[in-house]
């Protein structure tokens, strides 16, 4: 007796469900959800429109496994040096924002598809939280308020973007965000400090 439960046909080949994550997530940072199309996608991969459709039934699902399988392409390299580990996360956003994550990030605001945005945090933010948190801890330790601070830095990358039209530059990471992560005052901020 044959196991009903088991597809029919040849098993999915991983390497061609994955060329249609990768195309998927290449067309959706350039083009944002409204101007992605499953076509286009396939075509991309080098797949059939068919072969598509069997492994994800339509669009918005196709996208959400591809937002969900992009988390290991976020990951800073961790090296000897924490503050160049931080720094470069740092950099890592501002140049994602600037580049290519515009779209992710408005849909996220823009609220106009709360699966979408769930994915996108899911896959997206939450990861780059955890990854500057980590590195943030590895040059402060462990101080009381380091979820807080590590969200200044995302946070103000992101809102330079909403208010300037594009993310900070590294230096400006490195001489006016670095140092409200890490608790600096300029010597002007401390007053009749000695």
Not at 55 to 76: C, F, I, N
Not at 77 to 85: G, K, S
Request: proline share 8%; aromatic share 2%.
């Amino acid at each position: 007796m044959e196991d009903s439960t088991r597809p029919r046909g040849r098993p999915f080949d991983p390497a061609v469900g994955e060329a249609a994550l990768q195309a998927t997530r290449s067309l959706l940072e350039e083009r944002g959800y409204a101007g992605l199309r499953v076509a286009d996608v396939a075509r991309s991969a080098g797949i059939g429109l068919g072969a598509l459709y069997r492994r994800w039934p339509d669009k918005h699902t196709l996208v959400l496994e591809a937002l969900r399988g992009a988390v290991s392409h976020q990951e800073v390299p961790q090296t000897e040096d924490p503050m160049a580990d931080l720094l470069a996360g740092l950099d890592a956003l501002a140049q994602g924002l600037a580049e290519r994550s515009k779209p992710l990030l408005a849909v996220v605001l823009s609220g106009s598809d709360p699966q979408l945005a769930a994915a996108v945090r899911e896959a997206k933010l939450v990861p780059l939280r955890q990854g500057h948190h980590d590195r943030l801890r590895r040059v402060l330790g462990d101080v009381p308020d380091l979820d807080a601070r590590a969200d200044v830095g995302p946070a103000l990358i992101i809102l330079n973007l909403l208010l300037h039209g594009r993310p900070p530059s590294a230096q400006e990471i490195r001489e006016r965000i670095v140092p409200l992560m890490l608790g600096e005052r300029e010597p002007a901020a401390r007053g009749g400090e000695d």
